[in-house]
């Protein structure tokens, strides 16, 4: 099998599953013709035509809102928010109506959709373009969020998104999209929504991270091997929300110790949640308090400083390091 | 009972410079030889600066830079109809606009290279910063009009400009609206350039013109020549002296072309014909205000040669002045999250400092 970047992962995923199924459609800003400004979405528009890939007005709240028109018609739209950034403008479309049909009916409408949206720091982008808001998302019943990390990952987990009953916000790691290969095995696919990924297995600590940090995650975890020669189990936690708590409860009850790595800003996100649920049920088998490596809380800055604020390997690598010794 | 039309409606276009820079004696405007030598100082400056950022972006000595080409006679020629303490409210293609505006072009370098600090315009506090999210502007242009008058600001404007993309978003609708019902003072002007990064005009509205789309609002609109600077010149005035005495908003589309790409992350080549844009050359504007200037007599080769010299100067001295800038202080950001002196914040910058300060010791930094 050759090897893959997650752009690829995720555009082949595209095109196998609109090969399959006729229900699916892909609409956005620069999607079709352009092959979206990632290039997720090359080719679709030659094999599909512009009646399955469909090049919008700018109007987020539209295409959203066009969407959810279409999900409930039985269609799977799969639609692209061309920077997280520009997404807010569909948040009411989100919040107000994708998460709330199938409970306001009591189920006669549901809305199996899909919205893509690049996200995260590392880029030298402008503003808009380089936040990690997952939590605003997360924070929204009735929407699953997910969140690959690696080629291996992305494009199955795509497909179990565009299969999955719900809206699903599927925010892709555009500092991860080209800087990797990794082979993509179709047929042994474990992935799926709602379900975190045991990367390593271990019983010193547990280490839970996301997205494009999960690179970052485990070059430290090398470089703290190296020194200690220390066992970490480590978690990819590929779906936000609904959370995986057994795999994460169930780790800190054998290691005791637990490091989150999160891009976003530190206050009200992920890891907080991770935290509350390790206070939940795992409290008592804790042997240090568990550690949390983040963003500050300050409007991410344009890129001279991004670097100096976003998550570094050195400071996982202390955290892991503190973590131990406590 | 029949049908009966209870209205009508029409959308006029003004052309003033043809491409040659032949100028229509009945609507030539009144402006005076140094102000249209200012006009065509600024829009040269802004073609040169411009494509000095495009080298500099190449080179890689900048970040990701959207690109003005061909657009300056449509983002500067407002500006000469604006004073200074009228309102500017721009997107982020216009570097022209902003240049009269009294920022500095060090300013744009800093900005495209990452420091917020670019965005600080010191010459003039009623020029926003760039507003890279669609339409997002152009209520607050209103909200700052309204202020103007209830401030009794008799005389204070406020010009709005966004591209064609910018129409599809609901907040260009609500801004209209809102525009209009609360009779504010504002100019927007649509740069049509007509291409919303690779999607086309006619995949964006169905609309024959942007202009018409001010008639749902009850509010004049009218189309000008984009790359004639006399035609935008001469409606953004119009519709100013409508603002001022308080006849309200105006809808203006200046029809241009972005003789370029999106932003230097795009490669138009995938979307659009060498042969478009060719046709487009021949309707440049800095071309046809050149010639108009000099069949009136008061512009020549030789203040060609010096015009360039300067403005080649000018961008030097900014270029250098960027590059050798020390670096800001790297806790800035923590300073303006909030107004106020926040426990949470200063307790994460002394954090932040302190491992900025072991990095310095291990020498990482």
């Known amino acids: 099998m050759a090897k893959i970047n997650m752009v690829t992962s995720l555009n082949t995923a595209l095109h196998d599953i609109m090969a399959s199924d006729d229900t699916v459609l892909v609409m956005g800003e620069d999607v079709g013709v352009n092959g979206g400004v990632f290039r997720v979405t090359d080719g679709l528009y030659e094999k599909f035509g512009r009646k399955r890939v469909l090049d919008t007005p700018i109007a987020e709240s539209a295409i959203l809102g066009a969407a959810i028109g279409m999900a409930m018609a039985g269609l799977k739209p799969v639609v692209e928010m061309q920077f997280s950034g520009f997404s807010y403008l569909m948040m009411h479309q989100l919040e107000g109506n994708a998460s709330r049909m199938r409970t306001r009916s009591r189920g006669q409408f549901t809305v199996p959709l899909v919205v893509r949206m690049p996200y995260g720091g590392g880029v030298r982008a402008l503003e808009h373009h380089s936040e990690s808001k997952e939590v605003y998302w997360a924070h929204t019943p009735g929407v699953k969020v997910v969140i690959p990390s690696s080629p291996a990952n992305a494009g199955p987990l795509l497909t179990a998104a565009i299969q999955d009953p719900d809206p699903v916000v599927f925010m892709e790691p555009k500092r991860s999209y080209r800087s990797f290969k990794e082979t993509v095995d179709k047929e042994k696919n474990t992935f799926a929504i709602g379900k975190a990924h045991v990367k390593e297995t271990g019983k010193d600590i547990t280490i839970i991270s996301w997205g494009a940090m999960m690179r970052d995650t485990i070059k430290a975890v090398e470089a703290v091997k190296s020194k200690t020669g220390f066992q970490p189990e480590i978690i990819d936690l590929l779906t936000i929300s609904p959370m995986d708590v057994d795999t994460i409860v169930a780790s800190v009850k054998k290691t005791g110790r637990c490091v989150v790595v999160q891009e976003a800003q530190q206050s009200f996100g992920p890891a907080s949640e991770i935290i509350a649920v390790i206070n939940d049920q795992a409290l008592m088998y804790l042997e240090a308090p568990v550690r949390r490596v983040t963003m500050y809380d300050v409007v991410m800055p344009l890129f001279a400083r991004e670097q100096l604020y976003m998550p570094k390997v050195s400071d996982i690598d202390q955290a892991i390091t503190e973590t131990l010794n406590f | ?365």
């Open chain 2, 1 to 365: 009972m029949p049908l009966k039309t209870i209205d009508d409606f029409s959308i006029k276009q003004l052309h003033i410079l043809d491409e040659n820079g032949k100028v229509d004696p009945d609507l030539e405007p009144d402006l005076s030889e140094d102000d249209l030598k200012k006009l065509f100082q600024a829009m040269t400056l802004s073609r040169m600066a411009d494509a000095r950022m495009l080298n500099l972006q190449r080179q890689g000595r900048l970040g990701t830079i959207p690109v003005n080409k061909g657009q300056e006679a449509a983002f500067c020629a407002p500006i000469l109809a604006l004073k200074e303490t009228d309102w500017f409210v721009g997107s982020y293609r216009e570097l022209g606009a902003r240049l009269m505006r009294g920022e500095t072009l060090e300013n744009s370098l800093l900005l495209f290279n990452g420091w917020e600090e670019g965005s600080v315009n010191e010459n003039n506090d009623r020029t926003l910063p760039i507003s890279i999210v669609l339409a997002s502007q152009l209520p607050h242009a209103v909200g700052l009009a309204y202020a103007s008058r209830y401030k009794e600001e008799k005389d204070t404007v406020v010009l709005a400009m966004f591209g064609d993309g910018a129409t599809s978003e609901g907040d260009f609708h609500e801004a209209l609206n809102f525009a209009a019902v609360l009779n504010a003072p504002v100019i927007f002007l649509c740069q049509n350039n007509q291409y919303a990064i690779s999607t086309p005009l006619k995949i964006q509205t169905k609309s024959r013109t942007i202009a018409q789309k001010a008639i749902a609002y009850g509010i004049p609109g009218i189309q000008v020549d984009g790359n004639d600077a006399l035609s935008v010149y001469q409606a953004v005035k119009e519709a100013v002296d409508r603002a001022r005495a308080d006849e309200g908003p105006t809808l203006i589309e200046a029809v241009t072309f972005r003789m370029l790409m999106h932003t230097t992350a795009d490669d138009p080549t995938r979307y659009r014909s060498d042969d478009e844009v060719t046709a487009w050359e021949a309707k440049d504007p800095l071309v046809r205000f050149k010639a108009y200037l000099m069949k009136k007599g008061i512009w020549d080769e030789d203040l060609q040669k010096q015009l360039e010299k300067d403005c080649k100067a000018q961008i030097d001295a900014a270029v250098q002045a960027f590059e050798s800038r020390e670096p800001f202080a790297p806790d800035v950001p923590f300073d303006h999250v909030f107004g106020t002196k926040e426990d949470v914040i200063e307790a994460q910058r002394a954090r932040f400092l302190a491992r900025l300060g072991k990095e310095k010791e291990h020498g990482q930094n």
